[in-house]
């Protein structure tokens, strides 16, 4: 199994430019999750969702949208990038309430807003 | 805000030693802690996880002590070889939530 696959990798943006990033889960996991990474400030929730269709806000929320239309997917999308917006992204997903609590990660992708 | 914490930012030990990670928890409502593993350039892994039932539970080279008094759970790794030279997380989960709660993270580089 691939587990959790994000794309792209990497992807450098100019400030006001839009991009989509993608998850995608093959172990028929109910929660999926995105995370971003910043030096000293650990993973901190932007948005998750607890179903196909669902979607609800983390910690910080704020410049980005996300949407689960398939189980297996989850989009993060940046409408209008900004510099503070330059982090490396992580998608997770687990089970759900029935199943684990662990969190299975990829390998991530990173963001540069120049 | 209430936030999960480390005591340390890094911790550098001889390969061979044993290793202690510490983290400390603010909410007492968190109901289950895990700890992961990220090495450079990959996404965090999972090494071992305990819930708030429970004091202690054992992995392969791996222990996690949790002080609920406290509010303080630890990792201990047993003779610490090269390949555990990574950043550690440590992670809760409130009762009854869906959102995990990181760490800041701690250094483990192994001396050979």
């Known amino acids: 199994n691939a587990g959790v696959t994000q794309t792209p990798k990497f992807r450098v943006l100019k400030t006001g430019q839009s991009m989509t990033l993608l998850c995608a889960q093959d172990?028929?996991?109910?929660?999926m999750y995105w995370y971003r990474q910043d030096p000293g400030m650990g993973l901190r929730l932007i948005h998750y969702?607890?179903?196909?269709?669902?979607?609800a806000k983390g910690e910080v929320p704020d410049g980005y949208n996300v949407s689960r239309l398939k189980k297996q997917n989850f989009l993060l999308g940046l409408e209008s990038a900004a510099p503070s917006q330059t982090s490396v992204y992580f998608c997770?997903?687990?089970?759900?309430?029935?199943?684990?609590?662990?969190?299975?990660f990829g390998a991530g992708s990173r963001l540069t807003v120049l | 805000g209430e936030s999960v914490g480390l005591h340390l930012p890094t911790l550098s030990v001889q390969e061979g030693d044993n290793s202690i990670i510490n983290c400390a928890y603010s909410?007492?409502?968190?109901?289950?802690f895990i700890w992961y593993k990220q090495e450079s350039g990959k996404g965090p892994q999972f090494i071992i996880d305990?819930?708030?039932?429970?004091d202690k539970r054992q992995g392969q080279r791996v222990t996690v002590l949790l002080n609920k008094t406290v509010k303080h759970l630890s990792l201990q790794i047993a003779a610490t070889q090269p390949g555990d030279s990574a950043v550690y997380f440590c992670?809760?989960?409130?009762?009854?939530?869906?959102?995990?709660?990181f760490g800041t993270g701690t250094s483990l580089t192994v001396i050979p």
């Open positions: 997770a997903s687990r089970p759900g309430k029935s199943g684990a609590n662990v969190l299975t």
């Open positions: 969702s607890v179903g196909e269709g669902t979607t």
């Open positions: 992670a809760e989960k409130r009762s009854g939530g869906n959102q995990f709660y």
């Open positions: 909410n007492s409502a968190s109901d289950y």
């Open positions: 172990m028929n996991h109910e929660y």
């Open positions: 305990i819930r708030s039932n429970m």
